[in-house]
């Protein structure tokens, strides 16, 4: 059965602290994704990867970054968090192969969230 | 770029109803299309996923259409149970996207009561 694991179901910081969200995949997916979701406005993408070592901008990445150094793993770091950072985030995995093309079967496989509340 | 728009915003029926939920998008030049659920406070389940080429999929008492050309796609449940209570997103996957990203639209919130 195929599982995408969060490091934390809740998380609750401080202002200014540096926040580390991991999530691990054991599925050998190419891809992965980082998403936050808010009430009202949906699932927004922050980064996403599609090798080792390879990371690409999505809609919202200020004041994220990521770091993928093996490909089972895509962590989501917080340099400085914020109070608007408080979000549902999200972590998707998925296969590369014909996952570009029109005959594509894949799809994004999630985890289960990670509910982190910044004051 | 991509836009995808779930109506309504919530719906709330009493069980055994038949109901539809919408999507529609913007970019008619897509891969395909998914449909996912999401219970509180959890991470999504994809549902059924319907290629570009195909009008249709079902799964048990779940059946997804799509119309490519007016950008539209619907989730039709039978015979609603509680247990279908949930959110459910739709997604796409446009010919433009970057490496399998998906566009999601903001939800359905469907409470089904007894």
């Known amino acids: 059965d195929v599982k995408v694991t969060q490091s934390s179901r809740y998380l609750v910081k401080r202002t200014g602290e540096k926040v580390f969200l991991e999530c691990v995949q054991d599925m050998d997916h190419e891809n992965m994704f980082w998403y936050r979701q808010d009430p009202g406005l949906g699932l927004r993408l922050i980064y996403f990867?599609?090798?080792?070592?390879?990371?690409e901008k999505g809609d919202i990445p200020e004041g994220y970054s990521v770091s993928r150094e093996k490909k089972e793993r895509f962590s989501l770091i917080l340099e400085s968090a914020s109070t608007n950072q408080t979000s549902m985030y999200l972590c998707a995995s998925s296969r590369r192969g014909l996952g570009s093309g029109p005959l594509s079967t894949d799809t994004q496989y999630f985890g289960p969230g990670t509910r982190l509340t910044v004051l | 770029k991509q836009e995808v728009t779930q109506i309504p915003a919530a719906l709330s029926v009493p069980e055994g109803e038949n109901l539809v939920l919408n999507c529609s998008f913007t970019?008619?030049?897509?891969?395909?299309l998914q449909w996912f659920r999401q219970d509180p406070g959890k991470g999504l389940t994809s549902l059924l996923l319907?290629?570009?080429?195909?009008r249709e999929q079902t799964s048990g008492r779940l059946n997804a259409s799509l119309d490519k050309s007016s950008g539209r796609s619907t989730l039709y449940i039978a015979a609603s149970q509680p247990g279908d209570s949930a959110t459910y997103l739709c997604?796409?996957?446009?010919?433009?996207?970057?490496?399998?990203?998906?566009?999601f639209g903001r939800g359905t919130q469907l409470t089904v009561w007894p």
């Open positions: 997604a796409v996957k446009g010919r433009g996207s970057t490496l399998g990203r998906l566009y």
């Open positions: 319907i290629q570009s080429s195909q």
């Open positions: 990867s599609y090798d080792v070592k390879m990371k």
């Open positions: 970019d008619s030049a897509i891969y395909n």
